[in-house]
């Protein structure tokens, strides 16, 4: 069993950056998918951003050149690094992991979840 805790989330207005980290319970980590997913109110989750164990990483095209997800394995920890928000970044972030499906961009595909840290972007 894997816990996750995300934090970092705020509220910025148009343009401005945040880094949301992602701590997990154990290093057993360093060896799988994670990702990134949010979820605005009466929306679906969304896949943002997944590395994998060795640091190959895909992105949502909607955030491709503003967003970046690193992992420090060193801390256990996952990192989104968002910049140019714009207001419809707005939703609930949420950190997962541990991938038993294809698809690295689908909630799916995760087994462990985070509690979620709420980013707000005003215009």
């Known amino acids: 069993q894997l816990q996750l805790e995300e934090s970092g989330g705020g509220s910025v207005s148009t343009g401005g950056s945040l880094r949301l980290s992602c701590t997990t319970s154990s290093s057993d980590a360093r060896t799988y998918t994670m990702a990134w997913f949010r979820q605005a109110p009466s929306k679906e989750r969304e896949g943002v951003a997944a590395?994998?164990?060795?640091?190959?990483?895909i992105y949502t095209d909607s955030v491709k050149g503003r967003f970046t997800i690193s992992r420090d394995n060193s801390k256990d920890t996952l990192y989104l690094q968002m910049d140019g928000l714009k207001p419809e970044d707005t939703a609930m972030y949420y950190c997962?992991?541990?991938?038993?499906?294809?698809?690295?961009?689908?909630?799916?595909?995760?087994?462990?979840w985070g509690q979620g840290t709420q980013v707000t972007v005003s215009s």
């Open positions: 997962a992991a541990y991938r038993w499906k294809a698809n690295w961009l689908a909630a799916d595909a995760y087994k462990y």
């Open positions: 590395m994998g164990s060795i640091g190959s990483s």
